[in-house]
């Protein structure tokens, strides 16, 4: 037994956690940077270590199969532990860092607070790189994956592992050209109501917050378009008499630069608090103390502008 264990190539493991994370050989040998063929060979000595198919065909994808499912986690919690004995610790002088960092986030807090991340960064860490990654339109666990480091904005993770530091707390406002009707006279829920909106939503909803309020009162808002970014929505209010929506505090900056203006909208809407999300597994890593460092000074010089 001793002398069998002494033979197992501990690189299948890695090779293991990547083919039940995709599902796909061709997949897993793409995330390794492998090829097709030597992923193929690999699934094949791991089908002969453990003794399991692993993974089979059905129609065009492959499955898992119960054995595959039930060591799924533990694979994955044994790479994770490879990686954190092995991988060289970040140092804590951020001018000899030199790594890439993903910030996952919507397109209102990386034009708010983007410029000022990157420029801070550029002076204390000039090896650093900041990657900017827009949110999807379907919840995907990034943090969790591995995809991004650190999330902002409104957080509502599932994942009861991930680590969630509170920032601020925000409201919505309307936003509108200068000139624009609204602006003649007080703002009444009638008048904002019956006044056309331009969504911005990642997932394309017509409806959402505001509606729900405006119902309250029967009345409902003629929603004339939806778009994925904040900054596609300013740009569609700059030209029209369309109201659009963005955070008071932190997309003051940007709506000032456009020239715009914001209204307080008369309806009872619920607050929204701003924070930032990592994975326990860089709760210690000094690269990332820095960026949460780094993120939070800038968030609070971005809101009390």
Do not use: C, Y
């Amino acid at each position: 037994m001793i002398a069998r264990n002494a033979n197992i190539d501990l690189n299948l493991l890695t090779a293991l956690d990547a083919l039940l994370e995709e599902e796909s050989v061709t997949a897993a040998a793409d995330r390794l940077g492998l090829s097709g063929p030597a992923m193929s060979r690999a699934l094949g000595r791991i089908r002969r270590t453990i003794g399991d198919p692993v993974l089979v065909r059905a129609g065009r994808r492959m499955v898992p199969t119960p054995r595959a499912l039930e060591i799924r986690a533990e694979v994955r919690r044994l790479v994770e532990a490879a990686h954190g004995v092995l991988a060289p610790s970040a140092p804590a002088d951020p001018a000899r860092l030199a790594r890439v960092f993903t910030i996952n986030a919507n397109d209102l807090l990386v034009t708010a607070v983007g410029p000022g991340l990157v420029a801070r960064a550029a002076r204390e860490a000039p090896q650093v790189v900041l990657r900017f990654l827009g949110e999807s339109h379907v919840d995907v666990p990034m943090l969790r994956d591995g995809v991004a480091d650190l999330e902002l904005g409104v957080i509502d993770s599932r994942e009861p592992e991930i680590r969630t530091e509170e920032l601020f707390e925000d409201r919505g406002v309307a936003v509108v050209r200068e000139g624009h009707p609204l602006t003649a006279a007080k703002l009444t829920v009638r008048r904002f109501a019956d006044a056309p909106h331009i969504n911005f939503t990642r997932r394309g909803r017509l409806t959402g917050p505001v509606d729900e309020a405006l119902a309250e009162r029967g009345l409902r808002r003629k929603v004339i378009a939806t778009v994925p970014t904040f900054a596609a929505s300013l740009m569609m209010v700059q030209d029209t008499d369309a109201v659009g929506l963005s955070n008071e505090r932190i997309g003051a900056a940007t709506v000032r630069r456009l020239g715009l203006r914001t209204l307080e909208i008369p309806l009872d809407l619920p607050s929204m608090t701003m924070a930032m999300a990592w994975h326990p597994r860089q709760d210690a890593d000094a690269g990332h103390l820095w960026l949460r460092g780094l993120v939070r000074q800038v968030m609070a010089e971005t809101v009390s502008e």
